[in-house]
């Protein structure tokens, strides 16, 4: 029942950054989405997904609907890995050569 556009979108910062960092990403944006814990309760971003994060993830889904709650999910997932390339790129300058090609093919 759960989210498989999600399940493919953290595939990709999961390869590249590792599957901790990928969790974290649903961790922070489910738990940003939660409406002040009305729908669920807040997560904690420990990278490991878990019964709680599963559990918040349909809890999410079924409080936004299926279609559009994905979307929006796989909005915050993608915003927040463009956040993570734009930092790497800030951080280290030699990163800056990558970005372009990051932000191009990685996101969306």
Same mark, same amino acid.
């Given at each position: 029942?759960?989210?498989?556009r &999600? &399940?493919?979108?953290?595939?990709?910062?999961?390869?590249?950054m590792?599957?901790?960092?990928?969790?974290?990403f649903?961790?922070?944006?489910l738990? &940003?989405?939660?409406?002040g814990?009305?729908? !669920?309760?807040?997560l904690?971003?420990?990278?490991?997904?878990?019964?709680?994060t599963l559990a &918040?993830?349909?809890?999410f889904l079924?409080?936004?609907?299926?279609? *559009? *709650?994905?979307?929006?999910?796989l909005r915050?997932l993608?915003?927040?890995?463009?956040?993570? !390339?734009?930092?790497?790129?800030e951080?280290?300058?030699?990163?800056?050569a990558f970005?372009y090609?990051?932000?191009?093919?990685?996101?969306?």
């Amino acid at each position: 029942s759960r989210a498989p556009r &999600a &399940a493919t979108e953290l595939f990709d910062p999961g390869a590249n950054m590792g599957p901790g960092v990928a969790a974290t990403f649903l961790q922070r944006a489910l738990t &940003a989405l939660n409406r002040g814990g009305k729908d !669920y309760p807040d997560l904690v971003p420990d990278g490991r997904v878990g019964p709680n994060t599963l559990a &918040a993830l349909d809890a999410f889904l079924d409080a936004r609907g299926r279609s *559009g *709650g994905e979307t929006v999910l796989l909005r915050a997932l993608e915003a927040l890995q463009g956040e993570r !390339y734009l930092r790497l790129a800030e951080r280290r300058p030699a990163n800056e050569a990558f970005l372009y090609g990051w932000l191009a093919n990685r996101i969306g």
